[in-house]
């Protein structure tokens, strides 16, 4: 009795279990992604508001931002490394620290991003105002 047997291989795939593992990987990275928080500026955006801030006893310092990045600090031209001594230096005169950011119409994001990054830094308020 020569009973031969079947051995033919299937050439079927399940894809049920493959689903299973990307559907759970997906509600993973989607659950832990939430709960990252990013490490970015902390820009506050204009709105309405009744209350009127007491006018500053002196004039705030001004850093203006030239097209090709050089930096002046109340009209005198100041390198990088200087304006964030300054920064620092404004400071450690108060709590209440800031200054205004005025960039020209044809300067690059780059280097606004650079004064307002010190800024974040040192915990002091750098205002930004309409390019010119």
Do not use: C, H, W
Not at 16 to 30: R, V
Not at 117 to 122: C, T
Request: aromatic share 8%.
């Amino acid at each position: 009795m020569g009973i031969k047997k079947r051995n033919k291989v299937s050439a079927e795939f399940s894809m049920s279990s493959l689903t299973d593992i990307i559907f759970l990987l997906l509600i993973f990275f989607m659950l832990t992604s939430s709960m990252i928080v990013p490490n970015a500026l902390n820009l506050k955006l204009p709105g309405k508001s009744n209350y009127v801030p007491p006018a500053p006893k002196e004039k705030p310092d001004v850093v203006k931002i030239a097209p090709k990045g050089t930096y002046y600090l109340n009209g005198a031209k100041i390198t990088k490394s200087n304006l964030d001594k300054e920064i620092r230096a404004l400071k450690k005169k108060g709590k209440n620290a800031s200054f205004v950011i005025a960039p020209d119409k044809k300067t690059p994001n780059q280097y606004v991003i650079a004064v307002m990054d010190m800024a974040y830094r040192y915990g002091v308020a750098g205002v930004l105002t309409d390019v010119k």
